[in-house]
């Protein structure tokens, strides 16, 4: 209505990566609901069992938590550097 010029842009396009075989681990970090989604389509949830599971913030623990699995450790802020934080103040990086 007041005349402005509005371009849609995608900046990114979430296509999931495949593995042959997963790799021996003892925690993973999950950034998005998506990534747990194609984890656990790919390996299951019981390839968690026993593991350290980070989340970047509460949806992608919430979906998470719909497979059937809580995480351990959830970033208090949602970054990367949030998840590192949480990770050195729950000891796991020591």
């Known amino acids: 209505q007041k005349g ?3 371009d849609d842009v995608q900046l ?3 296509e999931p990566v495949t593995y042959e075989k997963l790799p021996d681990f003892d925690a ?3 950034a998005s609901a998506s990534a747990v989604e194609v984890f656990i389509a ?3 949830k019981e390839a968690l069992k026993g593991k ?3 989340t970047i ?3 992608t623990s919430d979906t998470l938590a719909a497979f ?3 995480a351990n450790i959830i970033a208090s ?3 990367v550097e949030g998840a590192i934080e949480a990770l050195a103040r729950h000891g796991v990086l020591e």
């Open 4 to 6: 402005a010029a509005v």
């Open 12 to 14: 990114y396009i979430n």
């Open 28 to 30: 993973v970090f999950f």
């Open 42 to 44: 790919q390996f299951s």
């Open 52 to 54: 350290t599971v980070v």
């Open 57 to 59: 913030g509460k949806p």
């Open 68 to 70: 059937g699995r809580e």
């Open 77 to 79: 802020e949602a970054t």
